[in-house]
């Protein structure tokens, strides 16, 4: 059979399929299954066309890895044929981790970062391949020796960052994500076995940092999707308590799985196979489905959320720099209680309250390194003439019910 497919991209145009093994980690059920999971949770309710898939960022991320690799080659970068498969199975499987609606359900359905999960998978991938993935869990887990591979899969400058801000400017149609990530690229070089950026392209670097940082607040932190993803996750959090309480409740066995169990970073050593086999049925759908089906529960709070979601009756944001007064927040979950007519009900669920944060680039590990034609190497927040940012703002968030607004 023939594995040297090539997919057509909207974002890079056509990918072509590196090796045969790669081509079957595709055709896997566990990655399958990343084409029913979105990249941008429920961004697609301000943003419309932000319905694309962690299948397609993987597929983006392994085609920029392939970039990356013929680059540095042709630069004198020893990576050997067995190095460059690896990294791009790592790059390929770096998100495969994933729940449901992508980052917006993380430590909700099992308190375990996506990251444990995806080596989880590639550890079980790796039994079914006989091994095969060996080399590409060290780079993963960055014990390889060559540190740059482990940086091109998660770093500062890493090719899953690339991609997102890529794809998610593309689908949402914010063009302040867009990133000149083909001239990154051709101007990644290694140094110490560390990955550098030649000095010519110092402008491309700030221009991708102050895009990935109007990304977040303008894309992925955006009030209403706050909104929406913070009345999921409450949601679950709700039918969790149900389930601990013994209420019955109308969910796909593997949602179930996780709703009447608490699972933490511990239990994956005891119970990894049987939790991997049910996370890896896990999907957008499930979640829609039981959304469907708690609307018509008998409890209120779960209900009337469920309702909201379905029909995007979302809550009002309001967002301030300094946290808000206990006075006034007291004051809405009144409002709140007589809008809704309950006052039986725990309002927390109704009105709450949290921060974000943000910064335009983290100095606290792994720098983006600057190549000068002198051969220096010096940290991009170093380089007077390009100051970086690394100020961390942090943003107040109140949500309840838009009508007592």
Known sequence: MNKKKIFNDPVYGFITIPYPIVFDLIEHTYFQRLRRIKQLGLTHYVYPGALHTRFHHA??????????????????????????????IAILLHDIGHGPFSHTLEHTLVNVHHEELSVLFMQKLNEAFDGQLDLAIQIFQDKHPKKFLQQLVSGQLDMD???????????TGVSEGVIGYDRIIKMLDVRDGELVVEQKGIYSIEKFLIARRLMYWQ????????????????VLRRA?????????????KSLAFFLYNDFRSEDI????DELIEHFAKLDDFD??????????????ILSYLSKSLINRRLFKVEM???????????????????HISNSNINIDYIVFQGTETNSTYS???????????????????AISDHGVHHKIISKHYLCYPKNIA
């Open 161 to 171: 960052r690339m991609d997102y801000l890529n794809r998610d400017s593309f689908f």
């Open 320 to 338: 301030s720099d300094a946290p808000f007064s206990s006075d006034y927040i007291e004051k809405v979950r009144q409002k709140s209680l007589e």
């Open 363 to 381: 100095s606290l590990k792994d720098e983006i390194k600057i190549l000068f034609k002198n051969g220096e190497i010096k940290p991009v927040s």
């Open 240 to 252: 969790k308590d149900l389930a601990t309480q013994g209420v019955p409740l109308e969910v796909s």
């Open 269 to 272: 050593t005891k119970k990894g």
């Open 287 to 300: 979640i829609i489905a039981a959304l469907k089906s708690f609307m018509n529960h008998d409890d209120f």
């Open 59 to 88: 597929l983006g991320a392994l085609h920029l890895m392939t970039e990356a690799i013929d680059v540095l080659r042709s630069k004198n970068v020893d990576i050997t044929n067995e190095e460059a498969k690896a990294v791009c």
């Open 219 to 234: 894309v992925y932190l955006h009030k209403t999707v706050l909104a929406a993803e913070q009345m999921l996750i409450r």
